[in-house]
């Protein structure tokens, strides 16, 4: 990965454990639902099988997490069609939660991460399992965030109203 305005060096990434659960207390992306999910909810559903949860610690600082999950979405019959796909459901990996900490804003470790997750999902596409698409369910304030990663909105899910549901193709080339 590169590109980056950051010292990717400075990176190490971890799975949530125990051994990093003291860091998680201190962790603010300035978003309270967020913080809340990372120090109470994240673990306990990675333990049930829920999702994994990525910590991402730069110089030694928990500065960002993304938790992920398998995921599936349906396709209006005109993105079927722009898509190329044959089916309506397309198998997916789903960025559950992506948070940021308030201090490391503007060096692009949410789109470090989002790229960690579409190499992810690649390696599983040509090893194991079909994955077309990463999704994920977008605050409307950070849709134009996610658009300029990629990420498109989903026609069959445009009746929501507090988050929008988006989906990145991962066979696109940047």
């Known amino acids: ?8 060096r400075a990176v190490y990434l971890a799975r949530l454990s125990e051994e990093y659960s003291g860091d998680l207390a ?21 333990e049930k099988g829920m999702n994994h949860t990525i910590l ?27 898509e190329n ?6 198998p997916a990996i789903k960025i559950a939660r992506l948070g940021r900490s308030t201090k490391h804003k503007g060096l692009g470790l949410g789109r470090f991460l989002i790229d960690y997750v579409k190499d992810i999902a690649d390696d599983l596409t040509t090893s194991t ?7 994920l ?22 009746r929501r109203t507090e ?7 991962i066979f696109d080339e940047e």
Not at 27 to 46: I, K, Y
Not at 56 to 82: H, M, N, Q, V, W
Not at 129 to 135: A, H, N, P, Q, V
Not at 138 to 153: A, I
């Open 1 to 8: 990965m590169h590109g980056y305005d950051f010292n990717s």
């Open 26 to 46: 201190n962790f603010d992306c300035g978003d309270p639902v967020m913080n809340e999910f990372l120090c109470t909810q994240a673990m306990d559903e990675q």
């Open 56 to 82: 991402l610690y730069y110089y030694g600082e928990l500065a960002a997490f993304c938790s992920i999950c398998a995921d599936s979405i349906r396709l209006a019959k005109s993105e079927k069609e722009t």
């Open 85 to 90: 796909v044959p089916y309506e459901v397309v």
């Open 129 to 135: 399992l079909g994955i077309r698409f990463l999704t």
């Open 137 to 158: 369910d977008s605050y409307p304030d950070r849709v134009e965030y996610y658009r300029n990663l990629g990420f498109l909105e989903n026609e069959a899910y445009k």
């Open 163 to 169: 988050t929008v549901s988006m989906r990145a193709d």
